[in-house]
């Protein structure tokens, strides 16, 4: 194998052509790569700002902006990382609030079965109710009149 010093003014020429050729092809190949991600980006960066507008995480009027920096890899993590601690109006109303499954509906803790014959359901009694048993076991002390 000869070596560069070796070679004579010609050769070294063509092998200088020879590897440009080869950098420009991986060149080429590489922003061939580039506008292919960005082709597949740039709608889901619209769609992107369009659910923030949406839930709130931006305004209508800041879209097209959110769009555009949604597109630079770094700007879309930078937003990311400040709308990752905000929280909107319609979330800080459901703070605190219980949420049930859906399809069941809430129901008041009254038995019906437990006060069809009581004329006054929930007045104060000195018997000894199912909610005294409860009480009592689940603070450990001993149920009274057992």
């Not at 990752?84 to 038995?111: D, F």
């Amino acid at each position: 194998m000869s070596t560069i010093a070796d070679l004579t003014t010609p050769q070294k020429v063509l092998q200088h052509v020879a590897i440009t050729e080869t950098a420009m092809q991986k060149a080429a190949a590489l922003f061939t790569e580039v506008d292919r991600v960005k082709a597949a980006v740039a709608p889901l960066a619209d769609k992107a700002a369009a659910v923030m507008v949406q839930f709130e995480r931006a305004r209508p009027d800041q879209q097209a902006k959110l769009a555009a920096q949604l597109r630079d890899p770094v700007q879309a993590l930078e937003y990311l990382i400040s709308v990752a601690g905000h929280r909107n109006a319609a979330e800080l109303n459901q703070l605190g609030a219980g949420v049930a499954p859906q399809g069941t509906a809430k129901q008041a803790s009254h038995n019906p079965a437990n006060s069809i014959h009581k004329p006054n359901p929930g007045a104060p009694t000195t018997q000894l109710q199912q909610s005294d048993i409860t009480l009592f076991t689940k603070l450990g002390l001993r149920v009274p009149g057992t």
